[in-house]
């Protein structure tokens, strides 16, 4: 049974401690509770400890924590907001969307970034139209965080945002528009395969890459097709054939990987 205070000692060993005490969160309900009792009474702690114990808030957040979190999300004094948009997440606390929405402008890029994966985490559809524009930022770190978490949520509205930066590209390279495209399988892949007869190089390019990150057996054949004829450049001077062939690469890989999953689970069964 654990009986320790976090709020005393240096803050070294106080650290210290509190590492340990993540390590045995997931097995120990009385060091879970210890953790706990950091976020629930987060202005009696040092900021340290709060944002390391929320870095793994997956290890102890319980419904017991719903209002602190919400509080502390709104807390703009304490400045861990954060932290507490990912114990939010951790929690399934959906009340918090309307304040992580509102995160979505704050000038903090880090508060931005987990407002938006925190969103995605949750899941509400609703959120899509207020997540899709971020694909326009001019920075490629908050477009890729959106397009997870528009992927995250899932659903038509989603992909129907993914897909108009798929077919409208407003900047050269769009990798993390495939990759997210590729989440949508198996209802994309027509939509993909059509892609990959397009007049425009770039959107077969993008096709393929989306195409070999299904790891679905249908984007084979349009890949073996595009890397034997589509010697075409897009205009960063990639080139669709090699996509092609380095996405069959991947697609043999997921393909492989997901057997030798089976088999093991097969083989653990039978065991």
Sequence with gaps: MWSVDLRSGTLEDREEL????LDRAPVDPAAAETVRAVVRDYQDHHRSLYTRALNRADAFV????REPLLAALADTRYNCQAWAAMGCA???????????????????WNIREQAVRALGRLGDASVVPALAPLLRDPQEHPRQY?????????????????????????????????SNLARFTPAVLPRLAEAATSADPNVRYWAAVALGSTGDSFAAPILERLMATDHAATVFDGRVDVAAKKALRTLR??????????SGSADSAAG
């Excluded at 509190?18 to 005490?21: G, Q």
């Excluded at 606390?93 to 929405?101: C, G, Q, R």
């Excluded at 890989?253 to 089976?262: H, P, T």
């Design 90 to 108: 951790a929690g399934g606390f959906t009340e918090a969307v309307p304040t992580l929405l509102d995160l979505l402008d704050d000038r903090d």
């Design 18 to 21: 509190l590492y340990e005490l």
């Design 62 to 65: 319980d419904a017991s924590l």
């Design 146 to 178: 959106a397009a997870d978490a528009l992927a995250d949520i899932g659903g038509p509205e989603a992909l129907e945002a993914l897909w108009h930066e798929l077919e409208h590209r407003r900047f050269p390279r769009i990798g993390y528009i495939a």
């Design 253 to 262: 890989r997921i393909q492989a990987a997901v057997a030798a999953r089976a």
